[in-house]
């Protein structure tokens, strides 16, 4: 199929329309928006009727690097002193909880049912990883709001933080159990990316939050917001650090300095939506269906565990915290969805363990496909039993 500009922006247009229907049926349903997309990706990809023109897998890249940075940069909104004050016990509690219940439980169940130890530790260090685009898009469209919401957002704009340093100690681990180096070299590469993320986002976040107070009330932001946005990621790639991260503490530093803070996540939520059916739907897209089978029992383990882990961590990080009932009981279902930084971590593995890649990369992929399906909905029914969303509050 021709890949022409013609093509492309009729592509890119239909999704968009397509988006639109999905927002018409999702209520109506009782689907999460971001299944439908992502449902319809599947379909219109390889793994359906593959309508999509050639080369549309670039177009992922892109479109998903934008979509994380903004989600990123948002969430990072709402790490202010205020907000933290809040909730950040319970946000702090559960979020280190449930990453190092997840890790433990699979790593240990695995273990036990006699998988290979650096494969067992590389999957641990895989599970904890979230997808803040999926759940916060559906708490968009569930128009939730209240405590348990927001412990929600807390929770998964700083997860994959957690996620990355238990991801490193880990593969570190796998590494030297299974001979491909040392502590130090897997340590190092780890702490770099996170500090380095850190750095790009305080140094970029201070000037953004000056500039924000000096453009007039009446004066449009978005070649600010999006010029900030867009130099951070490039950087934080461009030296291989973690961009989202990067975008959250950017976003972080913004709403605890700026005195117009608003203005600059209003600007990028104008944004967000569109970007977001092109990442979910050219997601789906990019499944690969044909994995599923490949999982067999240790991935259906993989998968089981990870649900306990997140369940079961949830609710001793709430206890620890002092959280509602709501938050124990169902803040474990609401972060189930998982999808692109989980792949990322099982193609940086796969570089340490070419020889084992062809074990864990299949069931990293089809157990996402699994979680990026059912995730959404799990959250979805969390918002619901919590009273917070739309529906539930009438």
């Not at 018409?24 to 319809?40: F, K």
């Not at 453009?215 to 790639?237: N, T």
């Not at 972080?252 to 569109?274: G, K, L, Q, S, Y």
Request: proline share 4%; hydrophobic share 55%; glycine share 12%.
């Amino acid at each position: 199929m021709e890949t022409g500009s013609s093509i492309i922006l009729l592509t890119i247009g239909a999704l968009l329309l397509l988006g639109l229907v999905a927002g018409y049926l999702s209520p109506r349903l009782h689907i999460p928006r971001v299944t439908l997309l992502i449902v319809a990706g599947v379909a219109l990809g390889p793994s359906g009727f593959n309508l999509l023109p050639q080369g549309h897998e670039r177009w992922y890249t892109l479109f998903s690097n934008i979509a994380l940075l903004m989600i990123g940069f948002i969430l990072g909104g709402k790490l202010s002193l205020s907000s933290l004050k809040e909730c950040g016990k319970q946000v702090f509690c559960v979020s280190i909880c449930e990453v190092l219940a997840v890790a433990a439980l699979v790593f240990t169940g695995l273990f036990m049912l006699g998988v290979q130890t650096d494969i067992a530790l590389v999957l641990a260090g895989i599970a904890p990883a979230s997808a803040p685009a999926a759940v916060t898009s559906v708490v968009e469209g569930q128009k939730a709001q209240g405590p348990f919401t927001q412990t929600l957002l807390g929770i998964v704009a700083i997860d994959d933080a957690w996620g990355l340093i238990v991801f490193s100690l880990l593969l570190a681990a796998a590494m030297a159990v299974g001979g491909h180096g040392g502590w130090f070299e897997a340590l190092s590469a780890g702490g770099f990316e996170l500090g380095a993320a850190v750095l790009i986002g305080l140094v970029l976040g201070l000037p953004a939050a000056w500039l924000t107070d000096q453009i007039r009330g009446d004066d449009p932001m978005q070649a600010e917001a999006l010029g900030f946005i867009f130099v951070c990621g490039g950087l934080a790639q461009l030296v291989n650090a973690s961009f989202i991260l990067a975008a959250m503490i950017m976003g972080a530093v913004i709403a605890n300095t700026a005195r117009h803070r608003d203005r600059a996540f209003a600007t990028i939520r104008e944004f967000e939506w569109p970007i977001m059916i092109l990442f979910f739907v050219l997601a789906g897209s990019s499944l690969h269906m044909e994995k599923l089978p490949q999982i067999g029992l240790m991935g259906l383990a993989y998968i089981l565990l990870r649900i306990l882990g997140l369940v079961s961590g949830a609710y001793l990080g709430g206890t620890i915290g002092l959280a509602g009932s709501e938050t124990k009981k169902f803040m474990g279902l609401a972060i189930t969805p998982q999808a692109g930084v989980a792949l990322g971590m099982a193609l940086v593995a796969a570089n340490h363990f070419p020889e084992l890649k062809d074990t864990f990369i299949p069931l990293v992929i089809g157990s996402t496909v699994i979680f990026e399906l059912i995730g959404p909905i799990f959250t979805r029914l969390a918002l619901i039993m919590s009273g917070e969303a739309e529906a539930s509050r009438k």
